[in-house]
Structure formats: structure tokens, C-alpha cells
């Protein structure tokens, strides 16, 4: 059992800046593929980002290329989500997700965080 608890929502105009933070409980934490994912109001959870097991390799959707970076802490059991040029489109409940699996691409989460909630203002 993974449990993940994330932090840094908030709420932030257009054009600023977010870092979003993820602690996990287990000390095989290297041995996951760490993703996250968002679901906006009324919309299905889509996948926004995902890292491979050692930090090496990183998958973005196409919509936050360029302004998200994620990266990881193997050390400290963490993953960050540094969010920059923010938009009201990005407006969402981001989920931290942990995936057993070996492949960045088509992140299937064995565990998911509690969500923290990232509002982005116009």
C-alpha cells in the first residue's frame, strides 16, 4: 500500500505560478512511476504529466508542454508539479497517482492521492 498526500493548490491569477508537492509512504518509492492527473468540473480525469522510476524520462500532455515540469525526489519520497503561465483552463482538482507499471506512456495508477485543488483566475 502507497498513501500519497499532496500540497500547494491554491488559488493564483492567469499568467502565475504553482507548485504542487507529493509525499509518499513508502520507502520502495523508486520502484513507481509517478504521474498527475487533473478532472476539472464536469469533465473526465485526464492525465497531465508522468515521470519514470528514476526521473530520467518525462511525459507531458501537449496542453502544459512547455509551462509544467514534473520531477522527483527518490531520496525524499516526493514529486513535484512546478506549474508556470497558469490559465483559467487550468483550473482543476490535481491528483497524484503512483503506477507500478514501467511505462511513462499510459500511466495506469495502482494509487491515487486525496487531490488538492488548483483554481486559476482571469
Known amino acids: 500500500q502507497v498513501q500519497l498526500v499532496e500540497s500547494g493548490g491554491g488559488l493564483v491569477q492567469a499568467g502565475g505560478s504553482l507548485r504542487l508537492s507529493c509525499a509518499a509512504s513508502?520507502?520502495?518509492?523508486?520502484?513507481?512511476?509517478m504521474a498527475w492527473f487533473r478532472q476539472a468540473p464536469g469533465k473526465e480525469r485526464e492525465f497531465v504529466a508522468a515521470i519514470s522510476r528514476s526521473g530520467s524520462s518525462t511525459v507531458y500532455v501537449e496542453s502544459v508542454k512547455g509551462r509544467f515540469t514534473i520531477s522527483r525526489d527518490n531520496a525524499k519520497n516526493t514529486v513535484t508539479l512546478q506549474m508556470n503561465s497558469l490559465k483559467p483552463e487550468d483550473t482543476a482538482v490535481y491528483y497524484c497517482a503512483a503506477s507500478s507499471g514501467t511505462t511513462t506512456v499510459s500511466v495506469r495508477p495502482d494509487y491515487w492521492g486525496q487531490g488538492t485543488q488548483v483554481t486559476v483566475s482571469s
Open positions: 513508502r520507502r520502495s518509492f523508486s520502484g513507481y512511476v
